[in-house]
Every structure is written in structure tokens, then in C-alpha cells.
């Protein structure tokens, strides 16, 4: 299979996944944002998130400004701007943001740069690089220090309504996706049957 068609195929077979934009800026405050399918919940307390980065054969702006400054946004993509989003898929050199050939807002907490059309974000702290030997990649890990999320959205025990913030999913490499929910169910139990729960509580 042709290589590209290859990348296609392969990357569709794990379904859908989580659309993040990851902002990021150096210290001379050359602002840097891309869209990345790989960011995965690692655990809770204490609340570390991880991603990807593909082998480093080219400069990688996102990983070169998290290593110089410690720290980086990881910002949900919804329906509203999923096409700028996707823009910042294209290579453009260092001293152009991608915040401006996107067309997407740049904000700050704490000097961090921030998506602002992004409705859930949250400040992400390096903690840790580990490098993947058999393809040469590297999982990228931090601890969240703060969360900018639409107050409503938020429920009475944590649940965060993505859906209702709009948030897309990505398949394969270019197909953006909204969500439907079907339910949310009770925390499994031996001998316990399940039962809806209810998405407003």
C-alpha cells in the first residue's frame, strides 16, 4: 500500500478521537499552536495528561517551545472553528504564528498562550519525556495546573458536557466528527445492574 494511503488506514483503525489544539511560545514570545489527535488521560491525582510527537526529523516548534519553557495549553476543538483549527496542520516557518495564519485568537494565563475560542482548556506543566523506541516517537507528559471551562457545562459530580461545548472528534487523519450522546451509565458492579444517569446531574 502507497504510503500515504497507508497513514490513512492505519490511523482510521483506532476510531475516534479527542481534536486539541496545543499552544505553546518560546521565550523570545514566538507564539506556536497545532492540532494534535493523541492527547490521552493518564490519570487523576495527580491529574496528568499525555501526547504524542512524531519523529523528530524536522524542527518541531510545539516540543521545542514545552522543553524551553516548562509549560503549554491543551485547548478542545469545537464545530465552531474546526477548519482554522485543522489549518494549523501546515508547516509555517518560526517567525509566523500559526494563531494568525489560522486565524484563531491567541489569549494568555499565567504568560501561557491559550486558545480563546476554545470554550475547555487547561494549563499542562512538563513533567516528563519519554522516547518510544520502535518508531522513534516520543509521549510528551504533564500535570494540569489550572482549567478554563464553561461553568454550565460542568456538572454536580465532575462530569464535564463536552457535547454540550460542541466538541468535535477526529477519525483518521482529516475527518472531523460531532457527537450524539447515547447514555451515561452507573459505575459497574458484580451483580449490579446498570442504570442511566441522568446528563443533567
Known amino acids: 500500500m502507497p504510503t500515504r ?13 479527542s481534536a486539541n489544539l496545543i499552544a505553546t511560545q518560546d521565550k523570545q514570545g514566538n507564539t506556536n499552536v497545532a ?3 493523541s492527547v490521552v488521560h493518564l490519570g487523576a491525582s495527580p491529574a496528568l495528561v499525555g501526547f504524542i510527537m512524531r519523529p523528530d ?10 522543553i524551553e519553557t516548562q509549560v503549554y495549553t491543551i485547548n478542545q476543538v469545537s464545530e465552531a472553528f474546526y477548519q482554522q483549527a485543522h489549518q494549523t496542520s501546515a ?5 509566523e504564528s500559526e494563531f494568525e495564519m489560522a486565524g484563531l485568537e491567541c489569549g494568555y494565563i499565567d504568560n501561557v498562550p ?12 512538563l513533567k516528563e519525556i519519554l522516547p518510544i ?41 482529516d ?27
Open 133 to 173: 523506541a520502535l518508531n522513534n516517537t516520543q509521549m510528551v507528559i504533564g500535570e494540569i495546573s489550572h482549567v478554563l471551562c464553561e461553568e454550565s457545562a460542568i456538572k454536580e459530580d465532575g462530569y464535564i458536557d463536552i457535547e454540550a461545548l460542541q466538541t468535535v472528534a477526529i477519525s483518521g487523519l
Open 114 to 125: 491559550f486558545v480563546k475560542e476554545s470554550s475547555l482548556k487547561f494549563v499542562v506543566k
Open 57 to 66: 526529523t524536522r524542527q518541531r516548534h510545539t516540543l521545542d517551545n514545552i
Open 91 to 95: 508547516r509555517y516557518p518560526i517567525e
Open 35 to 37: 492540532i494534535f489527535s
Open 5 to 17: 494511503e497507508r497513514a490513512r488506514f492505519i490511523n482510521s483503525l483506532s476510531g475516534f478521537k
Open 175 to 201: 475527518s472531523y466528527h460531532s457527537s450524539q450522546r447515547l447514555s451515561r451509565l452507573s459505575y459497574a458492579k458484580p451483580d449490579s445492574p446498570l442504570h442511566q444517569v441522568e446528563a443533567s446531574k
